[in-house]
C-alpha cells in the first residue's frame, strides 16, 4: 500500500536558524497536504498543493511539490519559539484518504 | 465555534470492557474519517464515511472495531473487548469531498479522545 516516509524524525534548532522537513510518498499523489501539531494538540491544517512544482508560501513558510507529485518539503525561515511541534505531511492517492507520515518534530531554543 | 467536536477527551478502561467514542463534524462537511495516533507517530488512518455511507476500513482494524455515522451527521466508534494495545489518541476529522475534485478534501480535526486501557 502507500507509504509515506518523512525525516528528519527531529530536529532542534536556535532561534532564528532554517529549517525544511522533507516528506516522500511510494506512489504519485493526487494532492500533499500539510499539517502543524502543537504539543498535546491535535493536527491543524496548514496548506494543500495538488499542482506538479507547486511552489506556496505563507509568511516565513514556503512548500514545494515535486514535479513526479510524489515528493513534498517545508522549508521555515528564521524560525520562531511558536513554530515549536510536529510538522506532518499526508498524501492522496488513488483513495479518498489521507495518509500520514511519521512527521518531524521541532523544537526551537530560543 | 463550529468545529469538530470529540467526546470524551480521556476514557481510563480496563482490559475487556467496551468503550464508545463520539464525534460530531462540521455541519457542512460530509465526510468523517476515525485516525488513530500513538505516541511519536503520525495519525493512521481506520475509516471514513461520505454521507451515513462506510467507503473503507482499514486493514488494521480488527473485528473488535466499529464505528457507524447513522445520520450522516455524527459518528461512534466503539471498541470491543479493549487491549492494553488500543491505548491511543482517536482523532475525528470531517471534510467536505467530491469525487474527482482533488483540491477539495481539507481535513479539520478534532482535539481526540485519549484512551488508556489499564
Known amino acids: 500500500g502507500q507509504q509515506v516516509m518523512q525525516i528528519p524524525q527531529y530536529q532542534h534548532v536556535q532561534e532564528g536558524e532554517d529549517f525544511t522537513t522533507y516528506c516522500n510518498s511510494s506512489t504519485t499523489l493526487s494532492n500533499i497536504q500539510w499539517y502543524k501539531q502543537r504539543p498535546g494538540g491535535h493536527p491543524v491544517f496548514l496548506i494543500q498543493?495538488?499542482?506538479?512544482?507547486e511552489v506556496k508560501k505563507q509568511k516565513r513558510l514556503t512548500f514545494q511539490f515535486g514535479e513526479a507529485k510524489k515528493n513534498s518539503s517545508l522549508h521555515i525561515t528564521a524560525t520562531q519559539t511558536t513554530d515549536v511541534g510536529t510538522y506532518f505531511c499526508?498524501?492522496?492517492?488513488?483513495?479518498?484518504?489521507?495518509?500520514f507520515g511519521k512527521g518531524t518534530k521541532l523544537t526551537v531554543n530560543p | 465555534d463550529t468545529g469538530v467536536s470529540q467526546d470524551p477527551r480521556h476514557k481510563i478502561t480496563k482490559r475487556g470492557q467496551n468503550v464508545t467514542f463520539r464525534c460530531d463534524p462540521i455541519s457542512e462537511h460530509n465526510r468523517l474519517y476515525w485516525y488513530r495516533q500513538t505516541l511519536g507517530q503520525g495519525p493512521e488512518f481506520l475509516t471514513y464515511f461520505q454521507n451515513e455511507a462506510q467507503l473503507e476500513k482499514s486493514r488494521l482494524l480488527s473485528d473488535r472495531f466499529s464505528a457507524e455515522r447513522p445520520k450522516g451527521s455524527f459518528s461512534t466508534l466503539e471498541i470491543q473487548r479493549t487491549e492494553q494495545g488500543d491505548s491511543a489518541m482517536y482523532l475525528c476529522?470531517?471534510?467536505w469531498g467530491q469525487g474527482g475534485i482533488t483540491a477539495k478534501n481539507i481535513q479539520y480535526f478534532g482535539a481526540g479522545t485519549r484512551l488508556s486501557v489499564l
Open positions: 498543493l495538488v499542482k506538479s512544482g
Open positions: 499526508a498524501g492522496e492517492g488513488g483513495s479518498e484518504k489521507l495518509v
Open positions: 476529522a470531517s471534510s
